[in-house]
């Protein structure tokens, strides 16, 4: 359809404008291709173009561009919004006022975890300093969501960093990562975003890397020579995942014996964005006292796909739903998993259908096993 459209065999009209929406976004056919053709750019210009053309125009997508735009990267706003939330679960409103909202408010309300309270959202140090013996100097982009549904995310992975030798640099200056916008077709409001993180994370930091513990912000991070091909470069040839950087230096010992079962996910913007596959898995297959457990479609998406959940939620639901399938028949203790999307939808998926196991980001295993008298306690 694409093709077609910009060869001008085909009219792009709402239809193709809708089933420009129905797609994930996994970008698993990237990693399937032959020929490499980059779907997840083709699949962004066409929804710009299709938000250009007017054809993004109903209620959902209105509210999804205002909160994309206006909300989510502007750190005040954010904090003052999920505070917000984070009061009306704590006082109850929701068992009152959730069953008379629209049903995408409801799976919006249903997606949010419990909101941590504001102490335990403070901003990162700026500067960590390495423990022991130091082994280098890296960079840390925190992302926007994280700090504050995740924040322990964050500070595990500081944690796990400076305990392996690194100095941890967090700039201050640093900008949401634009996925999300981008996603939704406005990709001039990434680009600026793109913009403030080039220069934020600028060689005068002088580090080894600019680390992400969130997939869809190190793949949006890695493409920014693709997004701003004349300054994208300087940043996007320094990205890594945080896992695959602690993979490539090892871990310092000694570690602490984890006694669990673990199953990991594997974030469809890690394993086909960014092309990281085995590191997240040998890491934890390296903890002493972990059992690593597999589970079946362990690359497939879970159907969090940035904001599909709430503007495609039973498309979302039909995704979720084979993944739940999978993990309750491995019977893990602990879902890992790399990605504050995924984190949120295998939570929803477990306590819908009554499945015990947690979900956690890799590193806060292995945060926990390099706090050796935790672990071993």
């Given at each position: 359809?694409?093709?077609?459209?910009?060869?001008?065999?085909?009219?792009?009209?709402?239809?193709?404008?809708?089933?420009?929406?129905?797609?994930?976004?996994?970008?698993?056919?990237?990693?399937?291709?032959?020929?490499?053709?980059?779907?997840?750019?083709?699949?962004?210009?066409?929804?710009?173009?299709?938000?250009?053309?007017?054809?993004?125009?109903?209620?959902?997508?209105?509210?999804?561009?205002?909160?994309?735009r206006h909300v989510v990267p502007k750190p005040r706003r954010l904090r003052a919004l999920i505070t917000l939330l984070g009061v009306l679960q704590r006082v109850g409103v929701g068992h009152?006022?959730?069953?008379?909202?629209?049903?995408?408010?409801?799976?919006?309300?249903?997606?949010?975890?419990?909101?941590?309270?504001?102490?335990?959202?403070q901003p990162l140090p700026r500067f960590t300093p390495a423990e022991g013996?130091?082994?280098?100097?890296?960079?840390?982009?925190?992302?926007?969501?994280?700090?504050?549904?995740?924040g322990a995310v964050n500070r595990a992975t500081?944690?796990?960093?400076?305990?392996?030798?690194?100095?941890?640099?967090?700039?201050?200056?640093?900008?949401?990562?634009?996925?999300?916008?981008?996603?939704?077709?406005?990709?001039?409001?990434?680009?600026v975003l793109a913009q403030?993180?080039?220069?934020?994370?600028?060689?005068?930091?002088?580090?080894?890397?600019?680390?992400?513990?969130?997939?869809?912000?190190?793949?949006?991070?890695?493409?920014?020579?693709?997004?701003?091909?004349?300054?994208?470069?300087?940043?996007?040839?320094?990205?890594?995942?945080?896992c695959e950087w602690l993979g490539d230096v090892g871990l310092r010992e000694p570690m602490g014996t984890l006694a669990a079962r673990v199953a990991y996910d594997a974030p469809c913007h890690l394993v086909h964005g960014q092309r990281v596959d085995q590191a997240p898995r040998r890491l934890l297959e390296s903890l002493p006292g972990l059992e690593f457990v597999s589970h079946a479609g362990s690359d497939q998406c879970c159907g969090a796909a940035?904001?599909?959940?709430?503007?495609?939620?039973?498309?979302?639901?039909?995704?979720?739903?084979?993944?739940?399938?999978?993990?309750?028949a491995a019977s893990p203790e602990i879902v890992a998993t790399g990605n504050p999307g995924c984190l949120l939808q295998l939570r929803l998926g477990a306590q819908v259908r009554g499945l015990a196991f947690q979900v956690v980001h890799p590193i806060e295993l292995i945060d926990a096993a390099s706090d050796v008298e935790l672990a071993d306690r």
């Open positions: 359809m694409m093709r077609g459209v910009a060869e001008g065999a085909l009219e792009l009209d709402q239809t193709i404008a809708d089933e420009l929406q129905l797609c994930l976004g996994c970008r698993a056919c990237e990693t399937a291709c032959p020929s490499g053709v980059q779907y997840g750019a083709m699949l962004e210009v066409a929804r710009a173009a299709a938000a250009a053309a007017g054809l993004r125009g109903g209620l959902a997508q209105r509210i999804e561009g205002f909160a994309l009152f006022v959730v069953p008379w909202l629209p049903e995408r408010l409801r799976s919006a309300w249903s997606l949010l975890p419990p909101v941590p309270r504001r102490v335990e959202r013996e130091r082994r280098g100097r890296v960079a840390l982009h925190e992302g926007c969501l994280m700090p504050e549904l995740f500081v944690r796990v960093l400076a305990r392996n030798g690194f100095d941890v640099i967090v700039p201050e200056e640093q900008s949401c990562c634009g996925a999300l916008l981008a996603h939704a077709g406005d990709l001039d409001s990434a680009h403030n993180n080039i220069a934020a994370f600028g060689e005068d930091l002088s580090v080894d890397a600019v680390l992400s513990n969130s997939a869809g912000c190190g793949a949006a991070l890695r493409e920014t020579d693709h997004w701003l091909p004349e300054t994208g470069e300087a940043l996007s040839t320094r990205v890594r995942d945080v940035g904001t599909y959940g709430l503007l495609q939620p039973e498309m979302s639901e039909r995704v979720l739903d084979a993944k739940m399938r999978s993990l309750e």
